[in-house]
C-alpha cells in the first residue's frame, strides 16, 4: 500500500473513536520514521477539520546526568531510561483522559542545552487528536486510545539505522521479544521497505 492509503486508514479509525479526546501512539524505532509517519497523520486529521496536535517522545527525555549515566551507548539505559514517561503522562496523556482539562504541553526537555523548555501549554478543544510518536511506546502501559506499531525485521532494521546509532539494536531486539508490540497494537504497518508499507492483518 501507499503511505497516503495507509493514513487515510488509519484517519477513518480514529474519527469512529468516541473519546471526548483521542491520543494515538505512532510507535517506531527511528529508522522506522515514525515522527515523519505522525507529522502525515495529523496533517490528514486537520484536513478532516479537527485539530490535531503531534508530540515527540524526543522532547521529553530525561536529564543528561539520569540519561546518560551509564555511559551514551547503554542500549539498556536507552530502553529503560531514557524517556521522561511520567513528565509524558502527566502533562500530554492524562489531561486528555474523559474529564481532563484538555491542556497539554508539547515539549518538556530541550537535550542539547539540557534543561526544561519553558514550553507554552496547547488548549485542545474537544475532539481533538494528539499523535505521540517515538520509540518503544507500547511497553509501559501508557493511556492510550489507538495504539500504531511501525514494524520492521531485524535485519531490515539494522540496515536503515546509521552506524552511529547501532548500539541502540540490541533494545529494539529487546522490545520486540520482551513487549511484541506486533501482536497487540491496533494497527500493524510493516515498513521494511520504506516506499512499500504493507498494512499486517492479524
Known amino acids: 500500500m501507499s503511505q497516503d492509503a495507509v493514513t487515510a486508514m488509519i484517519v477513518s479509525r480514529i474519527l469512529e473513536l468516541p473519546a471526548p479526546w483521542t491520543r494515538v501512539a505512532l510507535d517506531g524505532a527511528p529508522a522506522a520514521a515514525p515522527d515523519t509517519w505522525a507529522e502525515s497523520l495529523a496533517a490528514a486529521i486537520r484536513e478532516t ?3 490535531a ?6 522532547d521529553f527525555l530525561r536529564p543528561a546526568s539520569l540519561r546518560l549515566e551509564f555511559g551514551r551507548s547503554n542500549p ?13 503522562t502527566r502533562e500530554v496523556l492524562e489531561p486528555l483522559a474523559p474529564g481532563g482539562s484538555g491542556r497539554v504541553l508539547p515539549t518538556f526537555w530541550d537535550p542539547i542545552k539540557d534543561r526544561n523548555t519553558r514550553s507554552g501549554y496547547a488548549e485542545l ?3 481533538s487528536v494528539l499523535v505521540l510518536s517515538g520509540p518503544l511506546l507500547l511497553g509501559a502501559r501508557l493511556p492510550f486510545d489507538l495504539e500504531v506499531h511501525l514494524e520492521m525485521s531485524a535485519p531490515a532494521l539494522a540496515r536503515r539505522t546509521p552506524p552511529e546509532d547501532s548500539w541502540t539494536l540490541p533494545a529494539f531486539a529487546r522490545y520486540a521479544e520482551e513487549v511484541g508490540p506486533a501482536s497487540f497494537a491496533d494497527v500493524v504497518i ?3 521497505d520504506p516506499a512499500h508499507p504493507a498494512l499486517v492483518i492479524r
Open 53 to 58: 496536535l503531534h508530540v515527540r517522545t524526543a
Open 49 to 51: 477539520g479537527r485539530t
Open 76 to 88: 539498556d539505559s536507552y530502553y529503560d531510561g531514557w524517556f521522561d514517561l511520567k513528565a509524558l
Open 190 to 192: 510493516r515498513v521494511n
Open 125 to 127: 478543544p474537544a475532539g
